[in-house]
């Protein structure tokens, strides 16, 4: 890789790599078929350090820079995209989310356990008919003396029904659009906070993905996040980090479908020698291995630019948007190659190709993240390289 990392950060790419093609890669397929949530590789993954990542070590976070848990997710979804998708809204949305809004209390009571990975987060902003438009989300915050009663319904909420603590968007002034969206920490278990339906899905089906109803849900005010107005803002501050997550998912099942597909290109013979030998397969592979190679070094750009406290959502947008149709194009190849095996279990490659679908679409579609990128270009803010 030609990006330098330091000794800190290679040391950590190692170590996850290590555990992840140990403990994680063995049992994919079978958490693939049995949709089992990976809830005691999540525990190991807190003792690893691996769900409060860019925690600070005073809440029991790692104290890891967002490198190397770009390197670290990859890892993961090398292994298993399933996981990976638990871990990068547990990291990039939630903790990171409590970490730059919440108070210090807020901190001490749900940092410290996302951290220690005893209970899962989950962000809750998506509904029925708000998906790429949340400034249209109907759920409601009604203040109440020292409470607040939250009543809608959110869709397509990645662990819904396992995380302890969920970040959930609620409009507490119809009249104001986005600045009168707040959000909220709602603690599993609080009456009136539901699981609804669980979706099946194309793929990542071991990790959960479900309805969450709030039916007169009654959360005591310190559980605001920031202040009354602010939740939109927290919200798109969230996806900055979060797409580089995807970004990062992205790499790792691109990898996983490239090293497959090298590796059944070596040994599968036709007409007389391995097709790995005819030039048409070769090329595939090599573009293959630039792409990733190109949405790497994307990615690893954003999220030093975050490091270095830039502003970086142009850039995190630019690297969702490449990496995530990069791993279609690859996968898809990726399958190809494995001609009339690679559509059956019998390899991983349908399950990267199923797995990676869905990174088009959630965390801001390719559609949205063209609008954030064209915004920046046309916008007042962008001023060009030609002086
Ligand atoms: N950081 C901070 N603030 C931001 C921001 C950012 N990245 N982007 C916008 N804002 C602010 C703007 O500055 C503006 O604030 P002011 O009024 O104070 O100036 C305000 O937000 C409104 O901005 P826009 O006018 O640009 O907002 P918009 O309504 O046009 O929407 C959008 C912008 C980019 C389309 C946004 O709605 C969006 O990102 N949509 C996609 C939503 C999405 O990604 N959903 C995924 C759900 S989460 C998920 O999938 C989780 C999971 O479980 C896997």
Redesign the pocket.
Known sequence: MSYQLTDEQFMIQTMVRDFAREVLLATAMERDLTKEFPGENLKKMGELGLMGMMVPPEYDGAGADTVSYVLALQEIAYACASTA?IMS?HNS?VCETINRFGTDEQKQAYLKPLAAGEIIGA?A??EPHA?????NQSTSALRDGSHYIINGTKR???SGKTAGVTIITAKTDKAKR?KGISAFIVRKGTQGFLVGKTEKKMGLCASDTTDLVLDNCRIPAENLLGQEGDG??IA??A??GGRIGIAAQSLGVAQAALDAAVSYAREREQFGQPISKFQGLRWMLADMATEIEAARQLTLSAASMKDRDEKY?KQASMAKLFASEMVNRVTAKALQIHGGYGYTKEYPVERFYRDARVFTI???TSE?LR??IA?HLLGDRYVGTLR
């Open positions: 998708v809204v949305i962000f902003m998506t998906g790429s438009d949340p400034v397509f909420i990645t986005h939109f803002k798109m501050t996806l900055d959502t959630y965390e801001g949205i609008v954030v915004n």
